[in-house]
């Protein structure tokens, strides 16, 4: 089916901390997963992706990791700043013929001073 | 940095109405879409279009909605006879490949 899901619907961590946000799929013929940050009043901003040919992929102070094998995905975003609060949504990019993604609930991310 | 741009920010109308949603995709991708967020509630894939047709829609996108892209520049979502339950943020995205890029949105009001 088509369903991305996340296991917390809030998070708070200290400026500095490192933080881990989650998300499950339950499509196994998922390929494609993108990672987005949603500030109040804004579109989604594209963070990081990753295909299923892969287990891990750094960024600038992010890091996804994919785990296929039980269907769960994980953000990592090294030495929190303020400017990370946010909302953080996983995505399932189905391309089957066309590209649509399917976004999970999100979860909130405040970065305590 | 390229973005996608929408307009109006925020268009508030009467139950009933025609409403028209405008977006000016990133110039070189050949991939739109458009997608609602009722508020507090996840993002929801409404409809794409390649190649001057749409490529895929979801339940959501039923007769009230059309999209069209005009000219060369502009990709617009226009929903007919306007339901409460349509208030939401709408955005419109673009790709060039797998990467979309998302608008700013427009948060439309039906009252």
């Known amino acids: 089916g088509e369903s991305v899901g996340l296991h917390l619907p809030t998070l708070s961590v200290q400026e500095g901390d490192n933080s881990i946000i989650n998300c499950a799929y339950s499509n196994s013929a998922s390929d494609y997963f993108i990672w987005y940050k949603q500030e109040s009043g804004k579109g989604p901003q594209f963070i990081i992706d990753?295909?299923?040919?892969?287990d891990k992929r750094q960024g600038q102070r992010v890091t996804v990791l994919l785990n296929k094998t039980v269907k769960h995905l994980s953000l990592q975003i090294a030495a929190t700043q303020p400017g990370d609060s946010a909302v953080y949504f996983c995505a399932e990019n189905i391309a089957q013929g066309a590209q649509k993604l399917v976004f999970g609930q999100g979860t909130r991310l405040t970065i305590n001073p | 940095e390229p973005e996608v741009t929408q307009t109006p920010s925020h268009q508030v109308t009467q139950m009933g109405q025609e409403v028209i949603l405008r977006c000016v995709p990133i110039?070189?991708?050949?991939?739109f879409y458009w997608y609602r967020q009722i508020l507090g509630q996840k993002v929801e894939f409404l409809v794409s279009f390649y190649n001057n047709e749409i490529s895929e829609k979801s339940e959501i996108f039923d007769d009230q909605f059309s999209v069209e892209r005009p000219d060369g520049s502009n990709f617009t979502l226009k929903i007919r006879s306007t339901k409460l339950e349509d208030s939401a943020m709408y955005f419109c995205?673009?790709?060039?490949?797998?990467?979309?890029?998302f608008g700013a949105g427009t948060r439309l009001s039906v009252l």
């Open positions: 990753i295909r299923s040919n892969m």
């Open positions: 110039s070189n991708h050949l991939y």
């Open positions: 995205a673009s790709s060039e490949e797998a990467i979309q890029y």
